[in-house]
């Protein structure tokens, strides 16, 4: 794997820092990031905002060697980090990254030429109503072939599970695009073996540049990455 493409995750679950600690680790982000992560209310959330804030400084850091000082990382309209710099980095000229958290995980990803998108998700039941009632919540943005696997996978636990990836994938893929989900989640299908060999078709048309990963985490999570064409 060359040195532009990283994969990074990291199990918070365990890590209860002391106010003091927090933040101490929160002074790390410059002070135009530092309002992104406190916004939140829960620690939790806290928490999950600023691992991942970290990382991204860290990974820019590690791969093309810019003074910590020197990054600046902004946000699309829709969401996407991406890095403001003035200086040359022609090693990696579309040098892109995503970053994804959920539950007890965060997670960042980049790639030297082509876009990648991230998603980590939680698989939560839901609390008020029942797990079909919520999966029913989403039927406009699923294909009739989706959705038929997700209330055929089983018991409505593992419907919940197929629930989940399928939706993940989409979320990957129009992250890595930097749409978000007005983009049209009901235009992806996607199809798969046993979840490998994972592709996707937008309106009938399979995207032959594109390639997908899904990979399960411990304690019901699921982390989908989605590399695919050159921006």
């Not at 916004?39 to 860290?58: G, H, M, P, T, W």
């Not at 600046?72 to 022609?90: N, V």
């Amino acid at each position: 794997m060359e040195k532009g493409v990283q994969r990074w995750l990291v199990d918070i679950s365990k890590w209860d820092p002391s106010p003091r600690a927090f933040s101490s680790a929160l002074s790390l982000l410059p002070q135009h990031d530092q309002p992104s992560v406190l916004r939140f209310v829960r620690i939790e959330d806290r928490k999950r905002a600023l691992v991942s804030r970290l990382l991204q400084y860290a990974l820019v850091h590690e791969v093309l060697g810019i003074p910590f000082e020197q990054i600046t990382i902004r946000r699309s309209l829709e969401g996407k980090p991406y890095l403001e710099y003035d200086g040359d980095f022609m090693e990696y000229p579309n040098f892109n990254f995503n970053a994804s958290h959920h539950g007890d995980y965060v997670g960042v990803a980049s790639e030297p030429l082509c876009l990648v998108g991230l998603d980590i998700v939680s698989y939560t039941p839901p609390h008020k109503e029942t797990i079909l009632e919520f999966i029913q919540n989403f039927t406009s943005y699923f294909s009739s072939l989706e959705w038929g696997r997700i209330l055929s996978a089983g018991s409505p636990d593992e419907s919940l599970v197929e629930f989940y990836r399928y939706w993940s994938l989409k979320e990957a893929f129009v992250k890595a695009i930097g749409s978000g989900v007005a983009f049209g989640l009901d235009r992806l299908e996607f199809h798969h073996t046993s979840w490998t060999n994972i592709h996707v078709k937008i309106n009938g048309k399979i995207l032959e540049d594109w390639k997908f990963w899904l990979h399960e985490l411990g304690g019901r999570h699921c982390l989908d990455g989605a590399p695919g064409e050159k921006p």
